[in-house]
């Protein structure tokens, strides 16, 4: 293996987040080595990395992150510079029904990937910290973590935690165990916590890839109670890019929060979501909105998310490069390209095709 500059586990990098931020960071690094670790869950398809995965700067390890020895054993054999954190459970709806999966990935599985860091980053024989030097550990969460919003304010670095689902509570004690390992061992870290994220390869349970999928199958549109639970929705190329620049240049010890400056009900998402797939498929005019259908409210649901990115604005320059409905455009067109991707990932083989072609 050729001498690399740096070596980075990315966790969770076959997902929907996730590959775009391998590709990101696999594209404009050459001189990094980047190891895509993934357990390969139903929303975990390497596909989605076709592009990259013969580069070579790049590697692919299938490991779930609560498997302790496991996770020590590639730590030990890669013995990274770098661990970008994004593998997760994140479905709001499965946490509600499945509370414990979402503690265990979320929870152990995080602090088993701090444990395999601090090992292979402290010196052993004397218990210092010095092999700190040059490592950072990226923690990636979410801003549900801090509960929900009025119909006026932010969410700020600075907001207090009020998680109102398991997934977000979940993701909420990652993020304390994060700041616990800073401030107890030292280790250097960085949180980031993001809005809504939308774009290509977002596996349709969300809201936008559904949505996209039902309008083209010509089936309901389902949007919970009266559709007007408002979110901030961030273009995940727009976002890889900010975790690319908080890993390189944001302060060690601080959270940065990354929004989309796009805030939308989700009645007047699913309506624009409608006119533009109305127009790209040659349908009448306001065809798809008779598919909307409003279905029971789900439990806890939050209100209102709202992101004040000011901070990775000001300190390290970062903003979105599309508006939404640019970015909604962008992903429209992807989903109508890939028409057999969405198709395969919807279909009950797709776990099972999985399962038998990447084993350990």
Same mark, same amino acid.
């Given at each position: 293996?050729?001498?690399?500059?740096?070596?980075?586990?990315?966790?969770?990098?076959?997902?929907?987040?996730?590959?775009?931020?391998?590709?990101?960071? /696999?594209?404009?690094?050459?001189?990094?080595?980047?190891?895509?670790?993934?357990?390969?869950?139903? $929303?975990?398809?390497?596909?989605?990395?076709?592009?990259?995965?013969?580069?070579?700067?790049?590697?692919?390890?299938? =490991?779930?992150?609560?498997?302790?020895?496991?996770?020590?054993?590639?730590?030990?054999?890669?013995?990274?510079?770098?661990?970008?954190?994004? =593998? $997760?459970?994140?479905?709001?709806?499965?946490?509600?029904?499945?509370?414990?999966?979402?503690?265990?990935?979320?929870?152990?599985?995080?602090?088993?990937?701090? %444990? =395999?860091?601090?090992?292979?980053? *402290?010196?052993?024989? *004397?218990?210092?910290?010095?092999?700190?030097?040059?490592?950072?550990?990226?923690?990636?969460?979410?801003?549900?973590?801090?509960?929900?919003?009025?119909?006026?304010?932010?969410?700020?670095?600075? *907001?207090?935690?009020?998680?109102?689902?398991?997934?977000?509570?979940? +993701?909420?004690?990652?993020?304390?165990? /994060?700041?616990?390992?800073?401030?107890?061992?030292?280790?250097?870290? /960085?949180?980031?916590?993001?809005?809504? %994220?939308?774009?290509?390869?977002?596996?349709?349970?969300?809201?936008?890839?559904?949505?996209?999928?039902?309008?083209?199958?010509?089936?309901?549109?389902?949007?919970?109670?009266?559709?007007?639970?408002?979110?901030?929705?961030?273009?995940?190329?727009?976002? =890889?890019? $900010?975790?690319?620049?908080?890993?390189?240049?944001?302060?060690?010890?601080?959270?940065?929060?990354?929004?989309?400056?796009?805030?939308?009900?989700?009645?007047?998402?699913?309506?624009?979501?409608?006119?533009?797939?109305?127009? +790209?498929?040659?349908?009448?005019?306001?065809?798809?909105?008779?598919?909307?259908?409003?279905?029971?409210?789900?439990?806890?649901?939050?209100?209102?998310?709202?992101?004040?990115?000011?901070?990775?604005?000001?300190?390290?320059?970062?903003?979105?490069?599309?508006?939404?409905?640019?970015?909604?455009?962008? *992903?429209?067109?992807?989903?109508?390209?890939?028409?057999?991707?969405?198709?395969?990932?919807?279909?009950?083989?797709?776990?099972?095709?999985?399962?038998?072609?990447?084993? %350990?």
């Amino acid at each position: 293996m050729r001498d690399f500059q740096k070596t980075i586990i990315i966790t969770g990098g076959a997902g929907f987040i996730g590959s775009h931020v391998v590709r990101e960071f /696999v594209s404009h690094y050459p001189g990094y080595l980047i190891v895509n670790l993934d357990a390969l869950t139903y $929303a975990g398809n390497l596909e989605n990395l076709k592009d990259v995965e013969n580069l070579p700067n790049y590697l692919f390890e299938k =490991a779930d992150i609560t498997d302790e020895d496991l996770i020590h054993r590639i730590f030990e054999k890669y013995r990274p510079d770098g661990i970008i954190h994004l =593998a $997760a459970e994140s479905h709001v709806d499965r946490s509600i029904s499945s509370p414990l999966e979402f503690v265990k990935t979320n929870v152990l599985g995080t602090v088993n990937l701090l %444990n =395999a860091a601090k090992r292979i980053w *402290t010196d052993a024989s *004397t218990g210092s910290a010095q092999a700190f030097e040059g490592k950072r550990f990226h923690h990636v969460s979410t801003d549900e973590v801090y509960g929900a919003l009025g119909e006026t304010g932010f969410f700020t670095e600075e *907001t207090k935690y009020d998680p109102h689902s398991p997934y977000s509570a979940s +993701k909420a004690g990652s993020d304390h165990f /994060v700041r616990a390992y800073s401030d107890t061992y030292g280790m250097p870290v /960085v949180l980031t916590n993001c809005s809504n %994220n939308y774009g290509p390869n977002h596996f349709p349970e969300k809201l936008i890839p559904l949505c996209i999928h039902n309008i083209i199958n010509r089936k309901p549109l389902p949007i919970y109670g009266d559709g007007k639970y408002t979110r901030d929705w961030l273009y995940v190329i727009d976002h =890889a890019k $900010a975790i690319d620049l908080v890993f390189h240049k944001g302060q060690t010890g601080e959270s940065y929060n990354i929004g989309g400056f796009n805030e939308w009900q989700n009645i007047d998402l699913v309506k624009e979501l409608c006119r533009q797939m109305d127009e +790209k498929l040659g349908r009448e005019k306001d065809e798809s909105e008779q598919l909307i259908t409003f279905v029971k409210d789900r439990p806890g649901h939050d209100l209102r998310y709202a992101i004040d990115a000011s901070k990775i604005n000001k300190e390290l320059g970062w903003k979105p490069s599309v508006t939404f409905e640019e970015g909604l455009s962008k *992903t429209i067109d992807w989903y109508l390209e890939n028409q057999e991707w969405l198709e395969h990932v919807t279909s009950g083989d797709y776990q099972k095709y999985y399962a038998s072609q990447y084993t %350990n």
